[in-house]
T-cell receptor, first 114, second 114 residues
Framework: AQKVTQAQTEISVVEKEDVTLDCVYE???????LFWYKQPPSGELVFLIR??????QNEISGRYSWNFQKSTSSFNFTITASQVVDSAVYFC???????????FGTGTRLQVFP | DGGITQSPKYLFRKEGQNVTLSCEQNLNHDAMYWYRQDPGQGLRLIYY???????QKGDIAEGYSVSREKKESFPLTVTSAQKNPTAFYLC?????????????FGPGTRLTVT
């Protein structure tokens, strides 16, 4: 069975702090995909990144970076120099290569205070 | 602008009434999805459709029904059989049904049943 665990329910930081959101997954598939989505207060989910299981290179996009480690089944997300606009719920999700649905974690609510 | 629209943003109904949530997309996507989101939980898949006049049950289809008469539209009916219908409902679409593809989400409809 596939499962995604986001153990941090809520994180609060002050602006300009760095923050890491944890994501641990379980799957028996050798080929799978991991995602991060952002859900701002407006409600819609915004796609941030997709990573396949064969690409363990870390990725950086501006203030965002992702650390994929198959050895620990983790796909952690770091925001550097956080800003108030980063306040949102962040979801990690998993699917197999032939899957027809995403398995979501329970989300981490990030609050960035000025 | 291409995207997904859901209306209304907030919906209130009395217990025992059926209610239909609207979802329209102009992205020319074949696949459309309905998710339910409850506080502290990830998104759970209700129904999805990969083509007009075809749809499949997701993980929590009981008490819900859908139709897909047009490519652009995928309305969800919450029936009186749904035991706990109060939730936030999100519609999404992707180029085709394949969970490793990016899904695009609408702004959601918050349904309250009393």
């Amino acid at each position: 069975a596939q499962k995604v665990t986001q153990a941090q329910t809520e994180i609060s930081v002050v602006e300009k702090e760095d923050v890491t959101l944890d994501c641990v997954y379980e799957t028996r598939d050798t080929t799978y995909y991991l995602f991060w989505y952002k859900q701002p207060p407006s409600g819609e989910l915004v796609f941030l990144i997709r990573r396949n299981s064969f690409d363990e290179q870390n990725e950086i996009s501006g203030r965002y970076s992702w650390n994929f480690q198959k050895s620990t089944s983790s796909f952690n997300f770091t925001i550097t120099a956080s800003q108030v606009v980063d306040s949102a719920v962040y979801f990690c999700a998993l699917t197999s290569a032939v899957g027809d649905k995403l398995i979501f974690g329970t989300g981490t609510r990030l609050q960035v205070f000025p | 602008d291409g995207g997904i629209t859901q209306s209304p943003k907030y919906l209130f109904r009395k217990e025992g009434q059926n209610v239909t949530l609207s979802c329209e997309q102009n992205l020319n996507h074949d696949a459309m999805y309905w998710y339910r989101q409850d506080p502290g939980q990830g998104l759970r898949l209700i129904y999805y459709s990969q083509i007009v006049n075809d749809f499949q049950k997701g993980d929590i289809a009981e008490g819900y029904s859908v139709s897909r008469e047009k490519k652009e539209s995928f309305p969800l009916t919450v029936t009186s059989a749904q035991k706990n219908p109060t939730a936030f409902y999100l519609c999404a679409s992707s180029i085709r049904v394949s969970a490793h593809l990016q899904q695009y989400f609408g702004p959601g409809t918050r349904l309250t049943v009393t």
